[in-house]
C-alpha cells in the first residue's frame, strides 16, 4: 500500500496519493455529500472562541526550538484562560466529547484504515454542531495529544516523573537528533499554522453581524459552501500531523520521514494555503460590506443625533464627533499640552475648528489673536466658549512621517484645544462634516452651543469680522451687528493695525492703497503727501497690498520701507487679514440675502474685491464714522494732479467731499471691471451686478495657478 515503510508498524496509515491530489470536479461533488451527510445540528449555539484561545496556547507553548536542546517555556504574568468561568462551563460541557475525539486520534493513526474515513468518523462524532464548534473542538482533541508529547519534551530534562514518561515514549533519543527531524518538525509547525488560521476564519465567519451582511451575498455564500470542505482537510491535516507524532513515539528517530509522507504533508501544506487564501478574501470582502454598512448607519445616525434639538448637555453629541473610538483623553490642552478629557467641555458653547493639515498659518494666528483676546478676558459673556480643532485627513491614507510632523507642527501652536491624533476622528464623522457642514479645502468654525445643538455651521467669518464681539455666533447674532453696523474706515480696519486707530482717534485723514505696480505707487503716494501738504490736511497713507499677496507685494513693502513712501500694514500675515476679513464680509452679506442692489455695504463690499481683482492699483480715503470716497488708481492719481481744479471746495465742503465730487466728475462711463470671488464666499450668486454701471456682469471660471 501507498505510504507504508518496510517495518513492523507498516499498519501506520497514510492518506494515498490520489486522496489528496488528482481529484476531478466529480469527485469533489462525491465528497462534499459525504460531508455534508455527517452535518445534522440540533440548535445548540456554543462560543468556542474561548476555546480556540487555549487551543493556540497550547500550540504556541508546544513549539518546538529546532536547536540540539529544547528549553523550557517560561511562565508568563497573565491569568491562565482555564479558570475563566464561562470557559470552565463549556470544557464541562465538551471535556467528553473532546477526549472521546482525541482517542480517535490515537486509534486512526495506530490502528490502520484511509484517513478520509479518520476525518468522516470524526466529522460525525460532532454532527451536532455548527462548521466552527465541529473544527474547533476537532483541534482541541489533537491539542491534547499534540501538547502531552511537548510538554514531555520541554519538562523531562527538570522534572522526574516526566522524565521516566519520556524515557518509555523514548524522547530522549528524539530529542537529540532533533537536526534529522528538523523539516519534520517544521513541516507539522507550518501545517498547524494553517489550521489554526483556518479556524479562526471559520470562527470569525460565523461572528459576523446578520443586520450588516446576509447570507445571499455573494461572498458569504461562497464562503459557506467552502467552509464545510476547509474542516474536512483541516481534520486530514491534523490526523497526518498526529500520525507523525505518534509514529516518533512508537518508532523513535529510526522512523524517517518517507517520501510518500513528505508529499503528503507538502500537499496538505499546499491545499490548506489554497484554502486559507480563499478563505481571507472572501472573509475580507465581507468586512469591507460590512463596514461600508455600518459606516453609512453611523453616518445617518449622526445626521440625526444634530437634527435632534433635545439634549441634556452637550456630551453626546461630542462624544460622537470628537471621540466615537471612546478614547480616555482625545484632546490635548492647548495651554499645557497634556492629553485630557472630553468633560472639559460640557455644557460649554464649544466652536470646532475643522481643517486639513494645509491650514494657512495665517488663519491660526487670527484665531490665536481673537483667542487670546479672549481669554485674557474670562469673565465677559464674550469669553464663554471654548475652541478645539478637528484636523480632517484622508482615512484610507497612513499618516506619513512629514505630514504627522506637520500635524504637530500646528497642533504645537494652538492655544486651544486639539485632537489628540487625527485617526481618533471616525470615517463617518469625515464624511458629516464634508457633506453636512460643507467642508472642502478651506477651514469651518462649527458653533455647538452647550446642548450639543449646532448654533452655526459655520462662524469664520464672524470670527474674522468681529472677534468675540459675535458671540453666541447665531444668525440673529450676524445680522444684528449688520443692522448697528455702516460703511466706515473702522469697520475695514479692525484692530489689524493699531497705528491706523491711533491716527483715527488723532482725527487724521486715512488712505488705503493697494495694488502690485509699483510706478502707480510711487506717483500716488508722491502726489497725495504734496496734495496733503498743500491742503494743510494730517494724512497717513497705507498700503493694504492685495488679497494672497506673494513674493511682489513683499518686494513693494520693502521698497516703500527703503523710500519712505508710506505706511503699510505691518507684514504679509496683516495684509492677508485684512483681505480675508472683506471676504468674509462678502460671505456674510451673501448668507443674509444681501446683494449690491439691496445693501449699500454689500456695494462697497463688492467695489473693493472688483479694485482688488482688476489691477492697476487702487485707493480709499476717509476720516471719521462716515466720510469716505474710493477709485481706482488710475481715476484717483488723475484726480490728486489736478488738485488746483477743486482745491476751491476743500474748505467749504471738506477734503474728502471735495476729493468724491470731482472723482464724479472727472468718471468716464468706459470701464473693464472683473471680480474674482473665492470659495470663502459660500454659494457663488446666479446674477452680479457691476458697482459702476449696474449691468450684470458676465461670468466666467477661472483656473490659477500663482507661485510666485
Known sequence: MDGTIGNPATYVQQPKRGNIIMLSASDDAMMLKQIQATHSPDGREIDVKPLLLIVEDIFKRSTPAIDATVSPVMPEALEDRTY???VANMLEALSFLIDRIASEITYRCTGGGEAHDAAISILKMVSNYWWDAKLV????????????????????????????????????????????????????????????????????????????????????????????????????????????????????????????????????????????????????????EIDEKKYIEEYQN?????????????????????????DPQPLVDGITKRRVHIEVLRRKN??????????????????????????????????????????IVD??????????????ILQASMTWYTLHHPSLLDRAVIKFVKEEWKFQKKPVLVVLDPQGRVACPDALHMMRIWGSLAFPFTTAREEALWNGETWRLELLVDNIDQ????????????????????????????TANAVARNAAIPLALVYVGKSNPKERVKNNMLTII???????????????????????????????????????????????????????????????????????????????????????????????????????????????????????????????????????????????????
Not at 508529547?149 to 520541554?154: K, R, S, T, V, Y
Not at 519520556?166 to 507539522?188: C, G, M, V, W
Not at 482615512?395 to 500635524?407: A, H
Not at 491706523?500 to 482725527?507: A, L
Request: charged share 20%; with cysteine.
Open 84 to 86: 475563566q468561568a464561562n
Open 395 to 408: 482615512p484610507s491614507v497612513p499618516l506619513i512621517e512629514s505630514r504627522q510632523k506637520q500635524f504637530e
Open 137 to 288: 473542538i476537532a483541534l482541541s482533541s489533537f491539542a491534547i495529544n499534540y501538547g502531552e508529547f511537548w510538554l514531555l519534551a520541554q519538562s523531562y530534562t527538570s522534572n522526574q516523573l516526566a522524565k521516566q514518561l519520556a524515557t518509555l515514549r523514548q524522547l530522549p533519543e528524539i530529542l537529540e537528533h532533533t537536526s534529522i527531524l528538523k523539516s519534520r518538525f517544521d513541516a507539522i509547525k507550518t501545517l498547524i499554522i494553517s489550521m489554526l488560521d483556518i479556524a479562526r476564519y471559520i470562527v470569525e465567519f460565523k461572528e459576523l453581524p446578520s443586520q450588516y451582511i446576509t447570507t445571499d451575498h455573494h461572498a458569504l455564500s461562497t464562503a459557506m459552501s467552502h467552509i464545510p470542505l476547509a474542516v474536512y482537510w483541516t481534520i486530514r491535516c491534523m490526523l497526518a500531523c498526529a500520525s507523525q507524532i505518534i509514529s516518533l513515539t512508537e518508532l523513535g528517530r529510526e522512523h524517517f520521514l518517507s517520501t510518500t509522507e513528505a508529499w503528503e504533508l507538502s500537499t496538505l501544506t499546499h491545499k490548506l494555503s489554497s484554502l486559507n487564501s480563499h478563505l481571507a478574501s472572501l472573509l475580507a470582502t465581507c468586512h469591507k
Open 350 to 391: 464649544v466652536l470646532l475648528l475643522v481643517s486639513d493639515l494645509d491650514i494657512l498659518q495665517d488663519e491660526v494666528s487670527m484665531l490665536e489673536h481673537i483667542y487670546g483676546e479672549a481669554r485674557s478676558q474670562p469673565a465677559r459673556l464674550e469669553s464663554q466658549y471654548e475652541l478645539v480643532w478637528l484636523p
Open 302 to 326: 449622526l445626521v440625526h443625533l444634530l437634527e435632534t434639538r433635545t439634549h441634556i448637555d452637550n456630551m453626546k453629541v461630542l462624544k460622537a464627533l470628537i471621540n466615537p473610538k471612546d
Open 499 to 526: 497705528q491706523i486707530m491711533n491716527w483715527m482717534d488723532e482725527g487724521r485723514f486715512i488712505c488705503l492703497y493697494g495694488g502690485e505696480d509699483i510706478d502707480w505707487i510711487r506717483k500716488f503716494t508722491t
Open 562 to 708: 527703503a523710500e519712505k513712501l508710506s505706511h503699510y500694514l505691518p507684514d504679509l500675515t496683516s495684509i492677508w487679514w485684512f483681505w480675508i476679513r472683506i471676504e468674509s464680509m462678502c460671505y456674510s452679506k451673501n448668507q443674509l440675502g444681501k446683494t449690491v442692489e439691496n445693501d449699500p455695504i454689500m456695494r462697497e463690499i463688492m467695489t473693493l474685491l472688483t479694485f482688488d481683482a482688476t489691477g492697476g492699483g487702487w485707493a480709499l480715503i476717509g476720516r471719521g464714522l462716515a466720510e469716505m470716497t474710493r477709485a481706482k488708481g488710475s481715476l484717483f492719481l488723475t484726480c490728486l494732479s489736478e488738485y488746483n481744479q477743486w482745491k476751491a471746495d476743500v474748505q467749504p465742503k471738506g477734503f474728502v467731499k471735495a476729493i468724491h465730487e470731482y472723482l464724479l466728475l472727472i468718471h468716464t462711463p468706459q470701464h473693464c471691471n472683473r471680480l474674482l470671488l473665492p470659495t470663502t464666499v459660500g454659494k457663488i450668486p446666479e446674477r452680479i451686478v457691476c458697482t459702476e454701471c449696474g449691468r450684470p456682469m458676465e461670468r466666467y471660471i477661472l483656473y490659477q495657478c500663482c507661485d510666485e
